[in-house]
C-alpha cells in the first residue's frame, strides 16, 4: 500500500514539475539574466556586513520620518518596440505600454504631494510628445519612483530590499570600491542575492559613512514581466537627505515572443519637506488612519497637451538628445497603414475582440467582458477536467455615488458535461456604509436529498462503500437569492436575505430497502423558502472611499462570520422545514518578510429537521470554476467527490496555507526559480459523521500570469487520489 502511494505521487508530482517547467520557459524569455558575482575577499564581507548593519539601524530609526513634501517633477520617456510577432496583439493587456509606434517619447510635468507612506497625489500639469501614454504607463513609473530607501520591502511588498534588520538572510554584500571626498568617505557596497528570486534584487548601494545613508542606489530586478534597472541619486543636501535629486529608469518588457525597451529620465525639484521628531515616530503610527482613500491618488483623469515650445524651454529639467527631439517633432498618435495590410489589420483587432479581455468606460457607465476565446477564462481540475466560463460587469455610477451593476456569467464543466449561469446584479444604495441590495438567479451544484443522507449513515458503515455503486438519485437546484448587506460599523456588517430552490429529479435512482421494505426515492420536486441573516466583523479593517462608495481593503486581525436560516413551510409550495447555522474565522498573518500564514476554519449544522431537507452549506461547497489564487481559501477542497458534500448534516472543516518566495523552487536550477512569484503549501482537514478524517496536502507555484499546484488526498490516513489544479492569473 505504501509503495503503491508513493508511485502515485511520484507520477503526479513529476507531471506537475514538467508541466511548471514547460509554462515558465515558454511563457518567460528574459535571456541570461543579471551576471551572478562573488566575493573572495572575507574582508570587504566583514566591512560592508558592519556598515550595512549600521545603515539598517538607520533605517529603521527613518523610515517613517518623513512627514510630507511637495515637488514638481519632470519625466521624459522613450519607448521602443524591438522585437514582435502575431501575439503583439496581446501586449496591451501584458505591458502599461503602447504597441502601435514603433518609437515614441513623452514629456511630462507634474506636482507631487506626499503624505505619508504609500499615500501620494499626483496633478499633472502638461504633456508633450508623439504619442500619449496610458495612464496605466504614467502609473508605472510613478510606482517605481515611491521607493521609500529605508524600507525593508518596495513595491507593495514584491520586493524584498537590501536594507533592514532581516535583509542579511537573503543578501551577501562586499565593499566594491571607496570613494574619498573633503568631508568623508562613500562606500561602494555590491548586493546579491544569496538565491535567486523576483522577490530580490542586485546591484550597488553607495553609502556616506558619516552618516549611515545611502546617497545613492543602482539595482536590477524583476517585476511581473519586466526587468528594471533603477538608478536613484539622492539629494545631498541635509534637510533633503533621502530624497531623490534625479532618477534613471529602464524596463524591458519581454513576453510571448515579444521585447519592449522603456527608458525614464526623472528630476525633482522640491518645493517644500516636513519631517516627523524622532520621538514623535511611534505616535504617527499608531495613529494612522484606516483610511487608504488617497493611496496614489491621480487628481485629474486628463493631462492637458501642451505644444508651446518656449513652454518647455522654461520647464524642462534635462536636455533633449538628438534622437528624443526627431521624435518630438513626428505628428502625435502617426500611424502609417498601407493598402495591402488593411485586410491583416482587420484580421488582427478582430482576433483581439474575440480573444481579449474588454474594458469600456463611457461617462458613468463602465463595462468589462471576458472575450469569447480568451485562453485566460480556462482552468482545470481533477474532479471537473477542463472548464470555460464567461464573464460581463456592467456598472452605472448614479448620483451621491450609488451604483446599479450587473454581473452575469456563464460557463461549461467539459467532464461532467454541465452548464453553468448566474443572473447578478447589485444596487448599491448607500455606498458609504457599503449597503447593498443584491438578486441573484442561477443553477447550483447537482445535490440529493436527506432521504438519501440517512440510506448513506447506514451504508458507509461498509468499508466497500462507493457512491458509484449507490447511483444516487441528483436534483437539479434552480434558486433565486435576494440579499441586502449594510455595515453598522467599520468592519461590522449585516447581511440578511431571502433564498427560493427549486429542485427538479435529474435520473430515477435505485430502488432501496427499508426495515425490510423496497421504496422508491421519492421523485416529487422540491421547493424550499430560506430566510436567513448574518453577521461579519473584522478589527482593525482598512478601507478605500472612491468619492462616497467605501470598499474594505484589508486588515491583521481575523474576520469572524456566523450566518442562521431557517427553512418555512407552505410559502411558494416551500416543504422545508429545518435550521441551518455556519460559522467561520479566517485570517493572514504575516510572517515577516514576504511570508504568510492563510488560515480558515468553519463549521455548520442542520437542526430541527421536520422535512425532507437538502444538505447545501453556504461555507461548505463545490466550486467548479477556479478563481484567482487570492480569492478567500475557505470551502476549497481540490480532490474531494463531490457526493460527500451532501452526505451529512454537520461538518468542520480547516485550511491553512503557508506562503513565501523560498520553499523548495530556489533549490533547482536558478533560472527556473527566477520566475517564481510565489509558493505555497497547503493543508486542508475535514470532518463529518460519515467521513470521519479527510486531509489533502498540497504544493503550488505561481506568478502573475499563472498558478499550478498538485494535490493529494487522504481518507482516514489512507492515500486515495491525487490531481492536479491549474488557473491563470492574468487578467482576474
Known sequence: MILQTLMHLYRYIYLFLFLAGNIVWSTYSYGK??????????????????IMYLVGLNAEMHKNALSNYEAEVYIKGHSEILKSNALMRYVPKLFPIDNKNKETFFELLADTRFVSPNHFYHKFNAINGNNIPSNKQISEVLKFLSLNVNSETAYDELIITPVGTHASKYYTYWVDGVEETDSSRIFKICVMPKQWSQKLICGYLYI??????????DINGR????????????????????????????????????SIECNYKINYDFKSVSWTEIENIADVESERTLDLSNYYHFEADTIPVVKDTLYWSANRKSKLTVEESILLALPMNEKKITADST??????????????????DIHSTRMKYSGILNPFMFGYTKLDGISFRQQLRVSKRLKDDRQIRFRPEIGFVFKRKEFFYKLAGDWVYAPEKTGTLSLTFANGNQ???????????????DSAFSFDNLNLKYYRDYYADLRNKIELLNGLQLHSGLT???????????????????IDVIYDNYNDFVPYIGLSYTPYQYYRM????????????????????????????????????????QQVINMGLL??????????????????????????TRRHFPDSWNDRIGGVFQLLPGEWYNASNSYVQAHVMYESPFILMHLLKKEASKHIFTERLYLSQLFTPYLPSYTEVGYGIGNHLFNIAVFAGFEKGEYQRAGFRFAFELFQ
Open 546 to 585: 472612491d468619492g462616497r462608495l467605501k470598499e474594505y481593503v484589508q486588515s491583521c486581525l481575523p474576520t469572524i462570520s456566523v450566518e442562521y436560516a431557517r427553512g418555512i413551510r407552505g410559502v411558494l409550495g416551500s416543504l422545508s422545514d429545518y435550521e441551518r447555522i455556519e460559522a467561520d474565522i
Open 447 to 461: 445535490n440529493y436529498s436527506s432521504e438519501i443522507t440517512n440510506q448513506i449513515k447506514e451504508l458507509v458503515k
Open 223 to 258: 517585476v511581473s514581466f519586466a526587468e528594471f534597472n533603477l538608478i536613484i541619486d539622492f539629494n545631498k543636501l541635509y534637510q533633503h537627505l533621502c530624497l531623490p535629486n534625479t532618477a534613471s529608469l529602464n524596463l524591458r518588457y519581454k513576453a510571448l515572443g515579444n
Open 33 to 50: 539574466g543579471f551576471a551572478y558575482r562573488v566575493c573572495d575577499d572575507p574582508v570587504k564581507e566583514q566591512m560592508a556586513d558592519s
Open 500 to 518: 427560493f430552490h427549486h429542485r427538479t429529479p435529474v435520473t430515477n435512482g435505485k430502488k432501496l430497502l427499508n426495515e425490510g421494505e423496497i
Open 595 to 620: 511570508k504568510r500564514f492563510n488560515y480558515y476554519v468553519s463549521a455548520g449544522f442542520f437542526t430541527r429537521q421536520r422535512s425532507v431537507y437538502f444538505a447545501d452549506f453556504r461555507y461548505f
Open 208 to 217: 556616506r559613512d558619516n552618516l549611515n545613508s545611502i546617497e545613492k542606489l
Open 343 to 360: 485586410a491583416i489589420q482587420k484580421y488582427l483587432k478582430l482576433t483581439e475582440t474575440l480573444t481579449n479581455s474588454m474594458r469600456f
